[in-house]
């Protein structure tokens, strides 16, 4: 079946540094959506990117889907405190409905 | 603001109990799904759930989990009986239309201990 991979699962950084992750998918997907989840709370909808090799940003985070989508990478420049947490990626499982194949997730440490 | 809300947030439970879990997705969202989160296996899909009917709950091992969506304001998880390999954070997420575009929006979970 449809995988999502991660990797690594974990990432520590000094507050300050440039952080990049990426996610990788076994099939060609329709689009790719990133979720972030704090520590002890909920996944909370990112973004979504839908075309080949779309870049979006939010403030310090670049999101980029990959020309073939396949993959995604998510860079966060000059990392704060306020980042930490998992930063999940997903992708649909069919495209005909909204079930998504969830990556494990990347769990970000800053340290001040 | 709207939200999905699930109850109880929390609950530790003997070996054996029944447990049971409930979700409110947002008002008018016709979409939900179970998911069950562990360290070891992360984010799985247990069950989904369209205009209250289930489509897919092939992820939900059988034997001892249901759920249902009574009505469209609630929808539940139950384990009976529940074992401590259940111990997991279980979340509810909603979503305006079961479209692969769309947003899940995740409740709070329930963290459930199994002893």
């Known amino acids: 079946g449809q995988q999502v991979m991660q990797i690594p699962q974990y990432q520590h950084v000094q507050e300050g540094e440039d952080f990049t992750t990426y996610c990788n998918s076994s099939?060609?997907?329709?689009?790719i959506q990133w979720y972030k989840q704090r520590p002890g709370g909920h996944p909370v909808f990112l973004i979504q990117?839908?075309?080949?090799?779309e870049v979006k940003k939010q403030k310090r985070l670049t999101f980029q889907f990959g020309e073939a989508k396949k993959n995604s990478s998510l860079h966060i420049t000059a990392t704060q405190t306020t980042d930490v947490g998992t930063y999940f990626c997903?992708?649909?499982?069919?495209?005909?409905?909204?079930?998504?194949?969830f990556g494990k997730g990347i769990t970000l440490s800053v340290r001040p | 603001d709207a939200r999905v809300t699930q109850t109880p947030r929390h609950k530790v439970t003997e070996m054996g109990q029944e447990v049971t879990m409930r979700c409110q997705p947002i008002?008018?969202?016709?979409?939900v799904f179970w998911y069950r989160q562990t360290m070891m296996q992360g984010l799985e899909l247990l069950a989904y759930?369209?205009?209250?009917?289930?489509?897919?709950d092939s992820g939900m091992p059988k034997d001892r989990f249901s759920a249902e969506m009574p009505d469209a304001t609630l929808a539940t998880l139950k384990i009976q009986p529940s074992e401590p390999r259940d111990s997991a954070v279980y979340f509810c997420?909603?979503?305006?239309?079961?479209?692969?575009?769309?947003?899940?929006?995740f409740g709070p979970g329930t963290r459930l201990t199994v002893l």
């Open positions: 990117l839908v075309k080949s090799g």
């Open positions: 099939t060609t997907l329709s689009n």
């Open positions: 997420a909603s979503l305006a239309r079961d479209s692969p575009t769309d947003t899940q929006y």
């Open positions: 008002l008018g969202h016709n979409t």
């Open positions: 759930f369209r205009n209250r009917a289930p489509l897919d």
């Open positions: 997903a992708g649909p499982m069919t495209g005909a409905n909204s079930k998504l194949t």
